[in-house]
């Protein structure tokens, strides 16, 4: 299983990035798709997770309504749309794939991807 996570990079404050994490060797559409990030300095924190055919989602409170996941099965791809960026989004994202129909923000999901770096300038 690979998941490869892409579409970071450096902004400033306000600006956009969508990542995108494309997944192979699994039947994607059998599992739910997050996103978490850590920041310099502090523990993982879970972002957005959507579920198996993308008929549910959420997110944290901290990007609520800036952020949206979404994904393509067909394409095996989970994408995050980021939009309205603070310098506190500064973090490595990665990408998480769990076979359970809901998994938690806290569980210990399945299979992770590698991280790609997004920095906000102020």
């Known amino acids: 299983v690979q998941l490869q996570a892409s579409g970071g990079g450096a902004v400033q404050a306000g600006g956009s990035l969508r990542l995108s994490c494309a997944a192979s060797?699994?039947?994607?559409?059998?599992?739910?798709a997050g996103w978490f990030r850590r920041a310099p300095g502090k523990e993982r924190e879970f972002v957005a997770r959507?579920?198996?055919?993308?008929?549910?989602?959420n997110s944290a409170d901290s990007v609520k309504g800036r952020f949206t996941i979404s994904r393509d099965n067909a394409k095996n791809t989970v994408l995050l749309q980021m939009n309205s960026l603070k310098p506190e989004d500064t973090a490595i994202y990665y990408c998480a794939v769990d076979s359970r129909g809901w998994p938690g923000p806290n569980d210990q999901w399945d299979y992770w991807g590698q991280g790609t770096q997004v920095t906000v300038s102020s």
């Open positions: 959507i579920s198996r055919t993308g008929g549910i989602s």
């Open positions: 060797g699994l039947t994607f559409s059998n599992y739910a």
